[in-house]
């Protein structure tokens, strides 16, 4: 017997501090029906209205009228299927890299029933949490195992966010993966959902430990260094670092947006792939309750208000300026993977706790702009030209923030005012800030829009540009520069056998779309091993 079809119900208020219990009532009223018909109602999207005064929530709600509801509150729950095949070293699919990317596409294959065996040069979580303290607080980096390499990638260490732009039925069930490994049920239904840095290494233990009882194995400290091809060119497997060898009927590459040493292996390898836009910039932090202030305005004490966020953009002589990726109640951290290299960017916690919020204000960027000094003085680095500017302005970062991971910044009003000064004696970043000239830091085609910008956003947004705020030094990896060719298969065109995905690959950017994306491949390399 088939489950009973909703009505769907949109645009219901809920004053802040109205109970969810008043769902019912607003329901059967945009209905036209007594509310004692309505068996089960359940939140399909949540959104806060933050410009309406006093602010408000808008839901969605699916309604069920007469017929027997069926369980609203049940969590969605991971069974291995029936099909599920016995581990054979030597016949799994290999996945390099356990971030999002990763993770899924083994989820995705061992629902077909085909374990896996997955690689990350990092280590697992508990490991890599001792990595990025040391880094944080005593200036240590261990190119191995820090913010960006190691278990659940560069996402383990963000906001957590969840939301994407993606028209894909993958997301709900990536969100309801999530959920039956213990995040919490609201991300199924928030307009922008989000789990926290604190949330997301929880989960990373309950996927570890899924993965493994359903027969795939996890090697942590396992960096791939090249790939093992048969006479034919068709990948067989990787090889290790240690010198081990890795042998299997497929590899997956999830290897995210840094793992540039492997992009320039695969590069040689004749791995086809081409430059692509991405972005550069700095990041802003506020204290947090002068941008609730700004959003909320005489309601932003209010309990029921969560930190507040915004999204910014701009169009300055061409080029587009925007925020990104927001963390109310966040921290700015260090994201180097390489020695004396210092980029930046932000998490938080899921109580969005810190007194600071922070977002990336970043400059696009063409494959055209791709260069240092004068166009085209980076063209021997082929398709990697935008790799090798981001290393030259790591360098740069670095050196300019006197060493130990110390970050260059400069107060937003002297940044737009061009006249470098002292910096606010607090920050969330660590090891801490040196005051330092961002105009001379990086390129006219990056600052001057970005300063220009700074003003539009000012006046979407009066008391933006404060003394309050700091302009933290470099953003670099917003997303990775290259794009890896893929066949109709989704494999690389190049090498059979070799499935490019993720963020690393040029096919997404954050969480969930890095996510389907391993799903999509693993879906097409279970259709090949059938």
């Known amino acids: 017997m088939s489950e009973p079809t909703p009505k769907r119900v949109r645009d219901l208020t809920l004053a802040l501090g109205e109970s969810d219990a008043r769902l019912k009532t607003l329901a059967a009223e945009s209905l036209g029906v007594s509310s004692q018909r309505i068996t089960g109602v359940r939140k399909v999207k949540v959104s806060l209205d933050a410009r309406a005064r006093p602010p408000r929530r808008i839901v969605t709600v699916d309604v069920w009228l007469d017929d027997t509801a069926p369980d609203v509150d049940q969590r969605p729950s991971l069974d291995y299927p029936t099909n599920l095949r016995r581990p054979v070293s030597g016949a799994m699919p290999i996945i390099v890299g356990t971030g999002p990317a990763g993770l899924w596409a083994a989820l995705g294959l061992l629902a077909q029933g085909q374990p896996s065996v997955l690689l990350d040069r990092g280590g697992q979580v508990e490991i890599r949490n001792r990595a990025v303290r040391d880094l944080r607080v005593e200036g240590s980096l261990n190119a191995e195992s820090n913010l960006c390499f190691g278990e659940g990638g560069a996402g383990t260490y963000s906001d957590g966010k969840l939301y994407t732009r993606i028209k894909d039925g993958r997301v709900r069930q990536v969100y309801e993966d999530l ?127 969560d930190a507040s966020r915004y999204a910014l953009t701009a169009k300055v002589s061409g080029r587009g300026v925007y925020s990104f990726c927001m963390c109310p109640g966040g921290f700015v951290i260090p994201t180097p993977t390489e020695p004396e290299h210092l980029n930046v960017n932000g998490m938080s916690n899921s109580n969005r706790g810190s007194r600071w919020a922070n977002s990336a204000l970043v400059v696009t960027l063409e494959p055209e702009d791709f260069f240092l000094e004068s166009a085209g003085d980076l063209a021997a680095f082929g398709p990697l030209a935008g790799v090798a500017m981001q290393r030259s302005l790591e360098r740069a970062t670095f050196k300019a923030g006197g060493g130990g991971y110390r970050a260059p910044a400069m107060r937003l009003t002297d940044f737009v005012g061009r006249a470098p000064g002292d910096l606010p004696s607090k920050s969330s970043y660590r090891p801490g800030l040196t005051a330092a000239d961002l105009h001379e830091l990086l390129p006219s085609r990056i600052v001057d829009p970005l300063a220009r910008a700074v003003h539009q956003f000012e006046r979407k947004m009066p008391g933006f540009l404060t003394e309050e705020a700091v302009l933290i030094a470099t953003e670099t990896t917003t997303s990775c520069p290259i794009r890896m060719a893929r066949d109709e298969r989704l494999a690389s065109p190049t090498i059979p056998g070799l499935y490019p995905t993720g963020e690393g690959a040029g096919y997404a950017g954050g969480i969930v779309s890095s996510a389907i994306d391993g799903l999509k491949v693993a879906e097409s390399v279970a259709a090949s091993l059938a």
């Not at 991300?187 to 570890?208: D, M, Q, S, W, Y």
């Not at 670092?241 to 290897?255: F, H, N, Q, R, S």
Request: hydrophobic share 40%.
């Open 179 to 305: 959920v039956a490994f213990g995040a919490p049920e609201h991300i199924l239904f928030e307009a922008h959902p989000h789990v926290g840095t604190n949330g997301l290494i929880k989960l990373l233990r309950t996927i570890r430990a899924y993965l493994q009882d359903g027969g795939c194995e996890l090697r942590f400290d396992a960096k791939v260094t090249d790939l093992v091809l048969d006479d034919r060119g068709a990948v067989q497997g990787v090889h290790l670092e240690d010198g081990d060898e890795i042998l299997g009927p497929a590899v997956i590459l999830a290897t995210g947006h840094s793992s540039r040493d492997t992009l320039e292996m695969l590069h040689s390898r004749g791995v086809v792939m081409t430059p692509k836009p991405f972005a550069i910039g700095a990041r802003v932090e506020h204290p947090q309750e002068l941008i609730d202030r700004i959003q909320y305005g005489a309601f932003c004490e209010h309990p029921d208000l």
